[in-house]
């Protein structure tokens, strides 16, 4: 018998001004504690409404886990990683690497970063970027559904993007009043992000409204389940995102994640000593 996946979560995390200062607005969406959001580590809605041409950002370490960064909004990046509107970059921070980001014009844009933990056997492996372009990501659009799939499979389609950790990624477009029956492993950690617009969740018909999480409830078992969705009254998009568990517990701080506090100490003696290549080097050698 096929699982029915259901709403056992809502939270509506809020906006705080973010570290790039002025017109930079922050929600932290992931609200939970990691033996619940595992693999999922931090989710950071960045929004920027950047009017002068001062630099902010700039070079930072990563290490033990990947970076998994959809741009709702706008343009960022340069030169072969330039990431423009809908466009999705993963980076595999792995045994560490520098990754410089910089933002130096005017600018409004809207950033979905997530934090993916690495398999335990991964955690140290090589650092590497995938970019995936608007153009390539594979769509699946039917009688006011359209659904843009950035990783994993979903829908009957399956990104180009590979994965350590198994992962969905999906971009939800839903006219008002339509409805989707859709399956997703029963034993994957998900939870819905809305963008704009409202979404009524499983057979209850429970609500998240736009800037809210919800989370469904999690099984033990491999199977296939299913999840209902239906658009509120004026439509929504929102974003899906599933990955398998990893049941090992992380040490984190700062730029970094681990396994123990020794890791943490050791990453950070590499990057005072300047061990930590920056993130082309690992481009130029793939």
Same mark, same amino acid.
């Given at each position: 018998?096929?699982? *029915? %996946?259901?709403?056992?979560?809502?939270?509506?995390?809020?906006?705080?001004? #973010?570290?790039? #200062?002025?017109?930079?607005?922050?929600?932290?969406?992931?609200?939970?504690? =990691?033996?619940?959001?595992?693999?999922?580590?931090?989710?950071?809605?960045?929004?920027?409404?950047?009017?002068?041409?001062?630099?902010?950002?700039?070079?930072?370490?990563?290490? #033990? /886990?990947?970076?998994?960064?959809?741009?709702?909004?706008?343009?960022?990046?340069?030169?072969?990683?330039?990431? *423009?509107?809908?466009?999705?970059?993963?980076?595999?921070?792995?045994?560490?690497?520098?990754?410089?980001?910089?933002?130096?014009?005017?600018?409004?844009?809207?950033?979905?970063?997530?934090?993916?933990?690495?398999?335990?056997?991964?955690?140290?492996?090589?650092?590497?970027?995938?970019?995936?372009?608007?153009?390539?990501?594979?769509?699946?659009?039917?009688?006011?559904?359209?659904? *843009?799939?950035?990783?994993?499979?979903?829908?009957?389609?399956?990104?180009?993007?590979?994965? =350590?950790?198994?992962?969905?990624?999906?971009?939800?477009?839903?006219?008002?009043?339509?409805?989707?029956?859709?399956?997703?492993?029963?034993?994957?950690?998900?939870?819905? =992000?809305?963008?704009?617009?409202?979404? *009524?969740?499983?057979?209850?018909?429970?609500?998240?409204?736009?800037?809210?999480?919800?989370?469904?409830?999690?099984?033990?078992?491999?199977?296939?389940?299913?999840?209902?969705?239906?658009?509120?009254?004026?439509?929504? %998009?929102?974003?899906?995102?599933?990955?398998?568990?990893?049941?090992?517990?992380?040490?984190?701080?700062?730029?970094?994640?681990?396994?123990?506090?020794?890791?943490?100490? %050791?990453? =950070? $003696?590499?990057? %005072?000593? #300047?061990?930590?290549?920056?993130? $082309?080097? /690992?481009?130029?050698?793939?």
């Amino acid at each position: 018998m096929t699982t *029915k %996946r259901k709403l056992i979560n809502v939270q509506t995390p809020q906006p705080r001004p #973010g570290f790039l #200062g002025a017109g930079h607005t922050a929600r932290a969406v992931i609200q939970t504690d =990691y033996t619940q959001s595992d693999p999922f580590i931090v989710l950071m809605d960045d929004m920027l409404d950047k009017k002068d041409e001062v630099p902010v950002g700039g070079p930072h370490p990563h290490a #033990g /886990f990947e970076t998994v960064s959809l741009l709702i909004e706008g343009e960022m990046g340069d030169g072969a990683h330039k990431m *423009k509107a809908g466009d999705l970059q993963i980076m595999t921070a792995g045994s560490g690497v520098v990754h410089t980001e910089t933002i130096d014009k005017k600018v409004k844009m809207r950033l979905m970063q997530l934090w993916l933990n690495l398999p335990k056997d991964k955690r140290w492996t090589m650092p590497k970027l995938q970019d995936l372009s608007l153009k390539d990501v594979p769509i699946v659009s039917e009688n006011g559904l359209n659904i *843009k799939i950035y990783s994993g499979s979903f829908a009957g389609v399956t990104s180009p993007v590979s994965n =350590y950790v198994p992962l969905i990624l999906a971009d939800i477009q839903m006219q008002a009043g339509i409805s989707t029956l859709q399956n997703i492993p029963s034993s994957f950690t998900t939870f819905l =992000y809305v963008l704009e617009g409202s979404l *009524k969740a499983g057979d209850d018909d429970k609500i998240i409204s736009q800037n809210q999480v919800g989370w469904l409830d999690r099984y033990t078992d491999n199977t296939s389940s299913e999840l209902r969705l239906t658009a509120g009254d004026t439509g929504v %998009r929102f974003l899906l995102y599933s990955a398998q568990p990893q049941g090992n517990p992380i040490v984190s701080h700062g730029p970094f994640i681990g396994d123990s506090q020794e890791d943490i100490s %050791r990453l =950070y $003696s590499e990057y %005072r000593q #300047g061990k930590m290549n920056d993130i $082309s080097f /690992f481009t130029k050698a793939n």
